[in-house]
């Protein structure tokens, strides 16, 4: 299986830019998705493809993707970004992987 | 806009059998895209169970496998999850959710998640 591994939290005050960061085995050579998920709501679709954004989601929200590590940047932080993130690849031999997720608190 | 609603038992016994429907609106589940269901524990992360598509062909987590059975009746527009053999274990909120693809497959659209607990 392949292991996606996520920092536990990040911190950011309102108005600066939020990095979330997905480890994995050569990350690169797949694409990354990230879900938001508010306190006691299902996951929304954020980022898809590295960096696509879904219709309605906010310019702010954007993504990378190099060597060992995705990143989902989150710009102009807002105190309704506070939620936990999660990245997601998927693969032919192992279907849907997520990674442990990143808790943004907005001080 | 696509809606996504899961419904069952809130509370199943040790050992039994955990069963879910998920109902689907503003799309059909006769499409091009497959139908998973995907659970999260307390206070911990998300895990994807398995998925469906339209004519019935499945795919599971192989760590949930022996225990995972997918269904689907496309005349009422839902998909279906059982999981045999439940422990405390199995206690997480479940959700249902559609596959997409453009590069790489995705989750656009989820279900608001029901909450099943496992104890007697």
């Known amino acids: 299986s392949y292991v996606l591994t996520q920092a536990p939290s990040v911190s950011v005050a309102p108005g600066q830019t939020a990095r979330i960061t997905c480890e994995g085995d050569d990350i690169e050579t797949k694409s990354v998705h990230w879900y938001q998920q508010k306190s006691g709501q299902a996951p929304v679709l954020v980022v898809y493809d590295d960096s696509d954004r879904p219709s309605g989601i906010p310019e702010r929200f954007s993504g990378s993707n190099s060597g060992n590590t995705a990143t989902l940047i989150i710009s102009r932080v807002e105190a309704g970004d506070e939620a936990d993130y999660y990245c997601?690849?998927?693969?032919?031999?192992?279907?849907?992987?997520f990674g442990s997720g990143t808790k943004v608190t907005v001080l | 806009q696509v809606q996504l609603q899961e419904s069952g038992p809130g509370l199943v016994r040790p050992s039994g059998t955990l069963s879910l429907a998920c109902t689907v609106s503003g799309a059909s589940v006769i499409s091009t895209n497959s139908w998973s269901w995907v659970r999260q524990t307390p206070g911990k992360g998300l895990e994807w169970i398995g998925e469906?598509?339209?004519?019935?062909?499945?795919n599971y987590n192989p760590s949930l496998k022996s225990r995972v059975t997918m269904s689907v009746d496309t005349s009422k527009n839902q998909f279906f999850l059982t999981l045999a053999s439940v422990t405390a274990a199995d206690t997480a909120v479940y959700y249902c959710?559609?596959?997409?693809?453009?590069?790489?497959?995705?989750?656009?659209?989820w279900g608001q998640g029901t909450l099943v607990t496992v104890s007697s």
């Open positions: 469906i598509n339209h004519s019935g062909t499945t």
């Open positions: 997601q690849v998927w693969g032919s031999s192992y279907y849907f992987v």
């Open positions: 959710a559609r596959d997409r693809r453009r590069t790489a497959y995705f989750f656009d659209f």
